[in-house]
T-cell receptor, first 113, second 110 residues
Framework: KAGVTQTPRYLIKTRGQQVTLSCSPI?????VSWYQQTPGQGLQFLFE???????NKGNFPGRFSGRQFSNSRSEMNVSTLELGDSALYLC????????????FGPGTRLLVL | GIQVEQSPPDLILQEGANSTLRCNFS?????LQWFHQNPWGQLINLFY???GTKQNGRLSATTVATERYSLLYISSSQTTDSGVYFC????????????FGRGTSLIVHP
């Protein structure tokens, strides 16, 4: 099976812009979760989608949003980018949810200037 | 919120050595996972272990939820074990919102 893929792999944006990141899960996986990793805050959980519904949400402002499509592919969007949004964004997929083994993508590295 | 502390923060080993990584948490949890991030950034989910002991090859993990800690054992370490090991915990309840520790950075020399 193909692994989890994320696009784009690298992205440079300027403050105030918005960005959309994409995650394609492993075939048959219905859960997609998103994480942010920065040197200052470490790894933080953003949200989880399961069968097109947001099931869990971390403590991030409303500028961070996501969605999941019927084929389980997921997108996350960050509006009004801030310098502090520069990070590695990771997505993971699993069959039934985050209590199961999650398989991670390679990440999207976002730089906000 | 829940506090997660991992120790040691850094660890350097020679190939073949054994090691124990620790994860302490401040509140009662019924969800705990261990992850490994290799030097190229790829994250791997090692264990989901809310309690008890699990083993996978040279790695094993034990969680004692009542005493609020978990241990990850690496035996006969190899250079490919290098990277950062994270634990993540989530409190009891309907939702699952994991909190990650800062990680233990492991370097295994040949």
């Amino acid at each position: 099976k193909a692994g989890v893929t994320q696009t784009p792999r690298y992205l440079i944006k300027t403050r105030g812009q918005q960005v959309t990141l994409s995650c394609s899960p492993i075939s048959g996986h219905r859960s997609v979760s998103w994480y942010q990793q920065t040197p200052g805050q470490g790894l933080q959980f953003l949200f989880e989608y399961f069968s097109e519904t947001q099931r869990n949400k971390g403590n991030f402002p409303g500028r961070f949003s996501g969605r999941q499509f019927s084929n389980s592919r997921s997108e996350m969007n960050v509006s009004t980018l801030e310098l502090g949004d520069s990070a590695l964004y990771l997505c993971a997929s699993s069959v039934g949810g985050m209590r199961e083994t999650q398989y991670f993508g390679p990440g999207t590295r976002l730089l906000v200037l | 919120g829940i506090q997660v502390e991992q120790s040691p923060p850094d660890l350097i080993l020679q190939e073949g050595a054994n090691s124990t990584l620790r994860c302490n948490f401040s509140d009662s949890v019924n969800n705990l996972q261990w992850f490994h991030q290799n030097p190229w950034g790829q994250l791997i989910n090692l264990f989901y272990i809310p309690s008890g002991t699990k083993q996978n090859g040279r790695l094993s993990a034990t969680t004692v939820a009542t005493e609020r800690y978990s241990l990850l054992y690496i035996s006969s370490s190899q250079t490919t074990d290098s990277g950062v090991y994270f634990c993540a915990v989530a409190v009891s309840g309907g939702s699952y919102i994991p909190t990650f520790g800062r990680g233990t950075s492991l370097i295994v020399h040949p």
